[in-house]
């Protein structure tokens, strides 16, 4: 059974907190991609991991960051929180090169105070 | 600006009934579209897909339509079942990593 985890379920910061936030998916999949949903909006691509170390700015990568040092594992940074980064935060993960679907991550809720 | 939108956040259907869920989106380089099932508490679940080449795609009580001319896509379920209860969420892509998501209609089927 495929599987992506995120670390959190539910995240509280307060602002100007560093926050991360982790993604582990077991497919070993190349692609690997952190989106925001939020309501009205649906599902807003911040960054995209195309392999390890190898990222690209989504539509919405401003005050965010990410690392992936390894295949499995992408993180997604908010470098100093601030309360319109208040949503829900998914990952997802895909093969390479095919517009195969993508695997989804159940989300982190982030709410920042 | 969207580039894809779902105009109606919610749709109630009876159960047996035909639910039919809409999807607009504008750029005419799209080739590739998708729809999601999201259950609360879970990511969303990949449900059908259609490529551009095609305009009709079934997967049992599933069908996509793909209307190209008018740039429009719609889900049909046919019949409705109670466990089809959940938010719906249309995607497309013009690269193979690039995708672009609706807002999600929310789906309730009533027994």
């Known amino acids: 059974d495929v599987k992506v985890t995120q670390s959190s379920r539910y995240l509280v910061k307060r602002t100007g907190e560093k926050v991360f936030l982790e993604c582990v998916q077991d497919?070993?999949?190349?692609?690997m991609f952190w989106y925001r949903q939020d309501p009205g909006l649906g599902l807003r691509l911040i960054y995209f991991s195309y392999d390890v170390k190898m990222k690209e700015k989504g539509d919405i990568p401003e005050g965010y960051s990410v690392s992936r040092e390894k295949k499995e594992r992408f993180s997604l940074i908010l470098e100093s929180a601030s309360t319109n980064q208040t949503s829900m935060y998914l990952c997802a993960s895909k093969i390479a090169g095919t517009t195969d679907t993508q695997y989804f991550g159940p989300g982190t809720r982030l709410t920042v105070l | 600006d969207q580039q894809v939108k779902q105009n109606s956040p919610s749709l109630s259907v009876q159960e047996g009934r035909i639910s039919i869920l809409n999807c607009d989106y504008t750029?005419?380089?799209?080739?590739?579209f998708l729809w999601y099932k999201k259950y609360p508490a879970e990511g969303p679940t990949f449900l059908i897909s259609?490529?551009?080449?095609?305009d009709k795609n079934e997967d049992g009580r599933f069908t996509v339509f793909l209307n190209k001319s008018a740039k429009h896509l719609s889900l049909h379920i046919v019949p409705s079942q109670p466990g089809d209860s959940a938010v719906y969420f249309c995607a497309a892509s013009a690269r193979v990593y690039k995708f672009y998501f609706g807002s999600g209609t929310k789906l309730n089927v009533k027994p």
């Open positions: 497919m070993d999949h190349e692609n």
């Open positions: 750029n005419s380089m799209f080739d590739y």
């Open positions: 259609i490529s551009s080449i095609k």
